[in-house]
């Protein structure tokens, strides 16, 4: 078993990606990949004789743990490029954040102009 506890950002966006391979000999292999005691993917007689990408977004919580263990009766499994990345926000999400910044402030300037104009009354 291989397990390490990261220290990510709470409520953050990730991309957690590696790449497995299985054995093609045998078909008595188990591969268990997990998030904080999830479980992102869980392979049983995988014979898939090339390395596969898996990717998945998940959200931090500030200390998460990442834990991959398997087992392989006659050969191997092979695990290669782990990566956990900050995803970036998407632009779409800050088109909306600016469109509502925007907004703010233009019912801030409408307000402030109705007052000043029954302070001239």
Do not use: C, K
């Amino acid at each position: 078993m291989l397990s390490q506890t990261v220290t990510t950002v709470s409520g953050a966006h990730y991309t957690f990606s590696f790449y497995v391979e299985g054995d093609p000999s045998t078909s008595g292999n188990h591969f268990q990949a997990s998030w904080d005691g999830g479980t992102l993917l869980n392979l049983t007689n995988d014979t898939t004789a090339a390395y596969v990408e898996e990717t998945y977004t998940l959200v931090g919580t500030g200390s998460d743990n990442i834990t991959f263990q398997g087992n392989d009766a006659s050969g191997y499994i092979y695990l290669d490029d782990i990566s956990l990345v900050q995803s970036a926000p998407e632009p779409a999400s800050l088109l909306l954040f600016g469109a509502g910044l925007a907004g703010l402030g233009v019912v801030r300037r409408r307000r402030q102009s109705g007052r000043r104009r029954l302070a001239e009354i």
